[in-house]
């Protein structure tokens, strides 16, 4: 029975540091660059986009697809590293934590 209060302790203590965690997440920014930085996406670490920067050289009408295949790019650019900052602050959250391989947090 000890062991089960044990548990319920790390849980509890687990969800704090969760709702925190996912707090910090809305305050970090990260930012995703395509074209050799001509487009820039600025976005928080939960995937909410914050700024677009665009170069004015690539304001050609005709070009008007490049754009927006670089927008797309920047975007996801940021997104990836918006993965990996959650991901990286996750792992330092779950440390030392009894987890069986492979398991992820949250569920």
């Known amino acids: 029975m000890r062991d089960l209060m044990g548990i319920m302790k790390q849980a509890q203590a687990m969800q704090e540091k969760m709702a925190n965690l996912q707090s910090e997440l809305d305050a970090v920014e990260v930012t995703g660059a395509a074209g050799g930085d001509a487009v820039r996406v600025t976005m928080t670490a939960k995937g909410l986009a914050k700024a677009v920067q665009i170069d004015a ?6 070009e008007r697809e490049i754009l927006e295949d670089l927008v797309v790019a920047a975007i996801n650019d940021a997104r ?7 991901q990286e602050r996750m792992a330092e959250l779950t440390k030392g934590l009894p987890l069986p391989p ?6």
Do not use: I, N, R, T
């Not at 050289?57 to 005709?62: H, K, N, R, Y």
């Not at 990836?80 to 900052?85: D, I, L, M, N, T």
């Open 80 to 86: 990836g590293k918006a993965e990996q900052v959650a």
């Open 102 to 107: 492979g398991m992820k947090l949250p569920f």
């Open 57 to 62: 050289s690539l304001m050609v009408a005709d």
